[in-house]
């Protein structure tokens, strides 16, 4: 409910907005808020903490409206989830720009950002939540997955089975963890204090059990992990208190994680408030309970590094907990890396990422033409096949049928093409819209995440993901938009997204083929700038130009 609605996304073939271009950012900004997708609807909070599809309700149907109305050739404006402005500019141009969060460097700090919410000058935009683009947790479960089989080749043979992971957060992102683990044959322990958010993921078959008492949770995962069996129990409780004591206790775990909403110290209960005193406790002093909650997070990060220290695989899930365990007085919060150094770099130097799409029609049979086509492009690719099986055996739509699936350079733009083709011969019964996390190759400048630890230390360089946000505006997105503090929060990561929409006609074939080339072609010159190997060779092999270098 959301102040007495229901928000849903139109299914089906019949239009609201003057052509399927604005029809597409209609049913996803819709799509995004829809129950079964969004965390919070009733805030309009749809992931990630408090990550935000409109600044508002009044914003929120002033953009329905504008959308609605919006012809093939103008361009509506969003600052900050907030509708500010129509231009006419092309047919070639994005319908719709988004920007979100965005402040000025020496301004970028989360107080200085809640003083301009609280005035209702800006909204946290997240990545894809203000880009309307998120699919659920199935839109990280792959890169979950990917992940963990990554860990699972470079410590345990290949295989997960037999081992024990420990994480925290099951929300909207972390949720994919359950699943990603037992996917990989493993036992997970995931935490959290929200028994809701445990049930709603065992709702969609992410969790297999919950459990109340750390004692039979422990029991029952050291069971499964003893007995090679795949199992994911969800523990009802504080990362900051369950963890020491299993590092006391000396429970023997392999892999430990975290995927509690770090990044905003607001949004990760600290140890020692109640979880029904949350929010009036944020909301009564922010920066004390900033205070706390950093002191409870560097005590949840010295249990990591006490597992790391016992032999344990250990690394930062993309949510800035070391750093916020450094503020909070722990001196060895980077003892452990970021997962993206540890195991992604590679696929990002390739322009691999997180590519994916939604059925406009609401019709789960589209998806599965889409699967088979994917299939059918790419034979050799035997990850592809093992995650599309995996995917439609698992995976519970929420919201709109979708997919996603990690594709580098030249392989998204004949995946675009080939959807664009089926739309046009009848095979998919409405437009597919087509989008990506930012958390991508050449979208992102988040030096605690994607760009940690650059070969060249180019980390906070901030212009590449604005180049990207422009060259996609130039190359016939349907909608960019350029954000800050996604992920990781205020202050520490600028990123940009862009979506499509394959409506089965010949401009779109056109601008589907510029844009799903040129997107991860800046994955690729992004890396061999600074430096990869494997970057170089990818933009000789498939002719990227890039000025100062020859092949
Ligand atoms: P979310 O807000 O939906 O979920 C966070 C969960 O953490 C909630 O269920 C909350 O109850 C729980 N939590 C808070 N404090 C806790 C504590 N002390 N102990 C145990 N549980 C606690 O957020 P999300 O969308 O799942 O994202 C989680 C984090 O992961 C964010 O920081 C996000 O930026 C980051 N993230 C990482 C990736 C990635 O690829 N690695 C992708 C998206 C998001």
């Keep these: 409910m959301t102040g007495g609605r229901t928000v849903r996304a139109a299914r089906g073939t019949t239009l609201s907005a003057k052509s399927w271009q604005t029809e597409a950012p209609l049913r996803m900004l819709m799509n995004n808020l829809d129950p079964e997708v969004a965390e919070r609807p009733e805030d ?21 409206r504008s959308l609605e109305d919006l012809e093939e050739d103008e361009t509506l404006l969003v600052q900050s989830g907030k509708p500010v402005g129509v231009f006419r500019t092309s047919t070639w141009a994005p319908r719709v720009l988004l920007a ?13 950002f809640r003083r301009l919410e609280a005035e ?13 683009i998120y699919i659920g947790t199935q839109g990280i479960l792959q890169g979950t997955y990917e992940t963990f089989a990554a860990i699972a080749r470079k410590r345990f043979g290949g295989t997960l089975a037999g081992t024990l992971t420990v994480t925290g957060g099951c929300g909207g992102m972390g949720g994919a963890q359950p699943l990603a683990v037992t996917l990989n044959g493993g036992a997970v322990l995931i935490i959290d204090v929200d028994e809701s958010r445990l049930r709603r993921r065992m709702s969609k078959r992410y969790l297999d059990v919950v459990e109340t008492d750390l004692d039979a949770a422990v029991e029952r995962v050291l069971a499964a992990r003893a007995a090679g069996e795949a199992l994911s129990v969800g523990l009802v409780g504080n990362s900051a208190e369950v963890l020491p004591l299993l590092l006391e206790r000396d429970v023997t775990v392999d892999i430990v994680t975290d995927q509690t909403s770090a990044h905003d110290p607001l949004a990760y209960l600290p140890a020692g408030v109640a979880f ?60 452990f890396p970021g997962f993206v150094p540890a195991y992604i770099r590679p696929l990002f130097a390739e322009g691999l990422g997180p590519f994916r799409w939604v059925a406009l029609s609401g019709d789960p049979k589209d998806i599965e033409v889409t699967d088979q086509a994917i299939l059918d492009l790419f034979p050799e690719n035997e990850g592809l096949k093992r995650w599309i099986a995996a995917a439609q055996e698992h995976v519970e739509y929420e919201g709109l049928p979708a997919r996603i699936c990690w594709l580098g350079y030249g392989e998204r733009a004949k995946a675009g ?52 946000a422009l060259l996609n505006a130039s190359s016939g997105a349907t909608w960019v938009s350029l954000h800050h503090g996604g992920g990781v929060g205020i202050g520490r990561s600028i990123h940009a997204g862009q ?44 002719g990227v130009r890039i000025p100062m270098r020859e092949w």
Aim: charged fraction near 25%.
């Design 276 to 335: 029904a005193d949350w929010r009036a406790e944020a909301e009564r002093d922010p920066e004390a309970f900033t205070v706390r909650s950093r002191e409870s997070m560097a005590r949840h990060v010295e249990a990591m590094v006490g597992f790391q220290d016992a032999g344990a695989e250990v690394f930062d899930y993309g949510n800035s907990i070391r750093d916020e365990a450094r503020q909070g007085g722990y001196d060895r919060a980077f003892a």
């Design 44 to 64: 309009l909070v749809v992931y990630g903490g408090t990550g935000k599809a409109a600044r508002n309700w009044a914003s929120y149907d002033a953009i329905v």
């Design 499 to 542: 979506v499509s929409v394959a409506d089965g006609t010949p401009l779109a074939a056109e601008k589907l083929e510029r844009l799903l080339t040129n997107d991860p072609g800046m994955g690729v010159i992004r890396h061999v700038d600074a430096g990869y190997e494997r970057a170089v060779e990818v933009a000789a092999e498939r």
């Design 100 to 112: 979100n969060s965005n402040l000025v460097g020496d301004w970028a700090t989360w107080p200085e």
């Design 417 to 468: 093409v080939r959807f664009n083709e089926l739309v046009a011969e009848g095979k998919i019964s409405a437009p597919i819209v087509i989008g990506r996390d930012h958390l991508d190759s050449g979208s992102v400048a988040s030096p605690y995440r994607e760009t940690e630890a650059m070969a060249d230390g180019s980390d906070a360089i901030a212009d590449w993901p604005i180049l990207n």
């Design 120 to 132: 209702g000058l800006m909204m946290y935009g997240q990545m894809t939540a203000g880009s309307w």
